[in-house]
């Protein structure tokens, strides 16, 4: 069923007042040049990160946490074994778990690693348009963490990644563009200065997990997995906007998207969102 615009904007902002108030506890497993930053964007917005990453800790972990992340950008053996056991509890226990494989294609061992956990139902998939062209198994992957490949080149991927998965596949880029394999949307918020911070799509993943709703759709969130990441998307390339306008290069773009993220409010939210239906 297609919702108006209208609806995906209202789920956005009360997917932040909810992320607010609740305080989800998220789970990373992410690589080490994102860690520090992707923690403090979840700070800033109002979420609680953990980076559990330890063979015998993630499993247990995962079923207590609001959202994991599994981030594939330097898997070293024990976050591969830690990792799987990860996914697999988070898999049995409903917690939903993101899935961004950095850099797959040309890697054979995070390429690998990636359809395996692909195939055990990830709530979302965040990747750029070459990581999910991969993943979807039609082309060969980017240059390194970056895209070779445009966002619109990458939509029929999604959409086949979306319906073999069963999860929200949101493809970044100048233009993100997220879809459940039936409905499609896309958020033309964001600033190019995101790409010049190490983590600015990694930490994105973080903030998919943290809106991501329960199994269980409470009075808080209409359990929608596409419009709650439409939200988290919004939020961020929103806050991205607004440093912008307060920076003069990368670094205090850094700065100012933590404050951005944590001084957001609804209006602004409102006015600047940019989210249309394919
Ligand atoms: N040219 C751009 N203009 C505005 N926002 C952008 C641009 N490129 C990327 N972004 C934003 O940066 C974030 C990360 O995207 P990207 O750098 O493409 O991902 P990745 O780090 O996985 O390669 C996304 O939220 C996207 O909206
Ligand atoms: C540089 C680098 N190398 C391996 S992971 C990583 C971080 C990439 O993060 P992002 O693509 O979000 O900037």
Redesign the pocket.
Known sequence: MTRPADDLLATARQALIRVRHETPLVQCLT?Q??SNFTANVLLALGAAPAMVDIHEEAGPFARAASGVLVNL??PHAEQRAAMTEAVASASRAGTPWVLDP??IGSLPVRTALAHRLAAQGPAVVRGNASEIIALAGTGGGGRG?DATDEVESAAAAAGTLARATGAVVAVSGPVDLLTDGERTVRVTNGDPLLTRV?????ALGAVLAAFAPPAEPSPASDGDRLAAAVAAVTVYTVAAEVAAEHSTGPGSFAVAFLDALYGLDEETLEKRAAISWA
């Open positions: 690589n040049v994102v950008g330097t950095v850099a963490v190490t983590g600015g799509g990694c």
